[in-house]
């Protein structure tokens, strides 16, 4: 006669803890929902920690804007008239001057656009003093998805060398006569049955760079290597970095920047992107090596990675929703938090890497996510770190790509916990009320 009570009183127990965990998940969102980070317009925008110099951040979704924090962290200069900003660099011999790149969602027709939506790519120039916007070379382009220029890299006074995303080429143009005088298509060295989707969004070509040897280092996020391309002879075959599907080098990659022999290299600086994790590769006789690599437990979805010439290293952790610069240590020195960073600048210390050195040469000390502490920012952040260890960064990118400006990892876990709990709980409810139905619970145990 004791088995109803004890039954009962499990199930009063089984409540309460379920009402308790549903309360903590309804807190946090409600929270997040109610402070969470927005940039959508200027006034929304943190101000950072200072900095020796002006940050240059973009974003490349939902926001879509270029801001630079003065060096005592206000805002210094904000634009948001384009729908995605992506790669952003200073402009030699004129100060407070930065090139970039940013793409536009059509809606009507235009030039090889019958079809809407489409996409317009631009390269522009912005005097961060003035406020002066100045369009270099812009072009409208057929489709939407996949539709993007992400970089951009100047030759010289007159030519800029572009990552095509749309069609999976890297080509140099003239700005002035807008001639194309070079071009590099993916398809002539790889076949369309690897890499991502064909025609939608195979290569991914996410960046590119001009080596002082006239080089041009390429990155083809969906084939997770970076190449190096002779202008005249094509790729370099013994100089890629990483192969197809080999997940353990890099897992679609963005922004690699190339430090070359006088600076400790040849070595590539890299933001590992699926991986979660910054990582830097040392050539040594005539093959990549790993040196070097940063995380810590709340590194999400990296897509810039800059070695500055002290030694620090400054991130665009975008699914982190922060811009953050880690010292020699691996620890974080300074960041600012921003809804969804693609690149980041400091200016006065070159363009992107080219005023560091290499991790070996400076000896820096790697540092994964098991070796940093949990972050605490919320009660629900040691179940993060752990649930964390299980589920793919894949998985976790793909949900907050797609949701809710305020959703963080802690929040996507708030989520997932929630409706476990209450998926169990309903089960446990229906055995319990109904137990001529066969349903099994988490919380049911058979005695």
Request: glycine share 8%; proline share 5%; hydrophobic share 35%.
């Amino acid at each position: 006669m004791q088995r109803p009570r004890v039954m009962a009183t499990s199930k009063t127990a089984i409540r309460l803890l379920s009402i308790l965990v549903l309360l903590l998940v309804a807190v946090t969102l409600a929270h997040a929902a109610t402070t969470g980070l927005s940039t959508q317009t200027a006034a929304e925008v943190p101000e950072a920690p200072p900095a020796d110099n002006v940050t240059v951040v973009t974003e490349s979704a939902r926001a879509g804007t270029l801001i630079a924090y003065a060096p005592n962290g206000s805002v210094l200069y904000y634009n948001n008239s384009r729908t995605k900003y992506f790669d952003v660099d200073p402009v030699e011999g004129k100060s407070m001057t930065v090139e970039y790149v940013a793409t536009d969602t059509i809606h009507s027709q235009g030039p090889t656009c019958s079809d809407p939506p489409c996409a317009y790519n631009t390269l522009e120039r912005a005097n961060l003093s003035t406020g002066e916007v100045t369009e270099l070379y812009g072009r409208y382009d057929y489709k939407e998805t996949a539709g993007e220029w992400h970089d951009a890299d100047r030759i010289d006074d007159e030519r800029v060398v572009i990552s095509d995303i749309v069609d999976d080429q890297v080509f140099i143009v003239n700005t002035e006569t807008e001639v194309v005088e070079w071009l590099w298509d993916a398809q002539s060295e790889y076949s369309v049955e690897g890499g991502g989707p064909y025609p939608e969004d195979w290569a991914h070509i996410n960046d590119v760079e001009v080596l002082d040897d006239g080089r041009i280092m390429v990155s083809l996020r969906n084939q997770d290597q970076v190449v190096f391309l002779d202008r005249e002879t094509g790729r370099i075959d013994d100089w890629t970095l990483g192969s197809e599907d080999d997940y353990e080098i890099q897992y679609e990659q963005h922004n690699p920047d190339y430090i070359p022999e006088e600076r400790g290299g040849p070595a590539v600086v890299v933001a590992d992107s699926e991986n979660g994790r910054v990582q830097e590769f040392q050539r040594v006789d005539g093959e990549w090596e790993r040196s070097w690599q940063w995380a810590d437990d709340r590194i999400q979805w990296p897509r810039d990675a800059d070695r500055l010439p002290n030694g620090n290293t400054l991130i665009a952790d975008t699914h982190g929703k922060r811009v953050l610069e880690v010292d020699e240590s691996g620890d974080v020195v300074w960041q600012v938090p921003v809804s969804h960073p693609y690149d980041v600048e400091r200016l006065g210390t070159g363009d992107e890497s080219s005023g560091g050195e290499s991790a070996q040469s400076l000896g820096l000390e790697s540092r994964t996510a098991d070796d940093a502490a949990t972050d605490g920012f919320s009660p629900l952040a040691p179940l993060a770190a752990a649930v964390h260890a299980v589920v793919p960064h894949r998985v976790i990118n793909g949900v907050l790509y797609v949701g809710p400006a305020w959703m963080g990892r802690v929040e996507f876990f708030a989520v997932g916990v929630g409706a476990l709990v209450a998926l169990g709980w309903l089960g446990a409810e229906i055995r319990w009320r109904f137990p001529a139905i066969s349903i099994r619970s988490p919380f049911y145990r058979k005695e």
